[in-house]
């Protein structure tokens, strides 16, 4: 069956220290992967995606993924958290041929202390 | 930016009562979307348009809900006689290629 893992459901960090948020994917073709950012009471923003080539890929806001596939991971990374990353962190997978779906999970929620 | 624009941002309803949650999609893109996500749950997805019609919709998606492209450029989705297990916060999305963008989201409240 298909799915996404995020093992944490809620992390804290001190600003200005990094951040790893864990995504792991079942999925039984070759994956689209995403990840969302939710900050409260707003919508979901796209921060990265990996559709193929380099398994390191660069995001919005400093924000970089690396894709693992022996592992069936896609964890987001940040070197130095600041307050305004505090929301909920998405991970999300969707087909190679088609945009009929993505399916998220559950999120992390991120929390940040000055 | 281009981005997907969804009205209204909340909306509070009596059960029962017919709602319809509207969206912009972003002008060049091909595929359309509603997802919802309950309060403190995942993120779900809901149905799927492309061509003005449905690609894919899940089983959430009964009969109570639609979704029509009127115009060319609105994307609604109705809910014929809320329940109040659709209270949730209802995301419209858009596509071109495999990139998906959302809109901020429509909550729904039904009471």
């Known amino acids: 069956a298909q799915s996404v893992t995020q093992p944490d459901i809620h992390i804290t960090v001190s600003e200005g220290a990094s951040l790893e948020l864990r995504c792991n994917y079942s999925y039984g073709a070759t994956p689209y992967l995403f990840w969302y950012v939710q900050s409260p009471g707003q919508g979901l923003q796209l921060l990265l995606k990996?559709?193929?080539?380099?398994?390191l890929v660069q995001g919005i806001k400093g924000f970089e993924a690396e894709f693992k596939r022996s592992q069936s991971s896609f964890n987001l990374r940040k070197p130095s958290v600041h307050w305004s990353d505090a929301a909920e962190y998405f991970c999300?997978?969707?087909?190679?041929?088609?945009?009929?779906?993505?399916?998220f999970g559950t999120g992390t929620r991120l929390q940040v202390f000055p | 930016e281009p981005e997907v624009t969804q009205t209204p941002s909340h909306q509070v309803t009596q059960m029962g009562q017919e709602v319809i949650l509207r969206c912009v999609p972003i002008?060049?893109?091909?595929?359309f979307y509603w997802y919802r996500q309950i309060l403190g749950q995942k993120v779900e997805f809901l149905v799927s348009f492309y061509n003005n019609e449905i690609s894919e919709k899940s089983e959430i998606f009964d009969d109570q809900f639609s979704v029509e492209r009127p115009d060319g450029s609105n994307f609604t989705l109705k809910i014929r006689s809320t329940k109040l297990e659709d209270s949730a916060m209802y995301f419209c999305a858009s596509a071109v290629g495999n990139t998906i963008y959302f809109g901020e989201g429509s909550w729904l409240t039904v009471v």
């Open positions: 999300a997978v969707g087909p190679l041929w088609n945009t009929d779906k993505l399916i």
């Open positions: 990996y559709f193929s080539g380099d398994t």
């Open positions: 002008s060049n893109h091909l595929y």
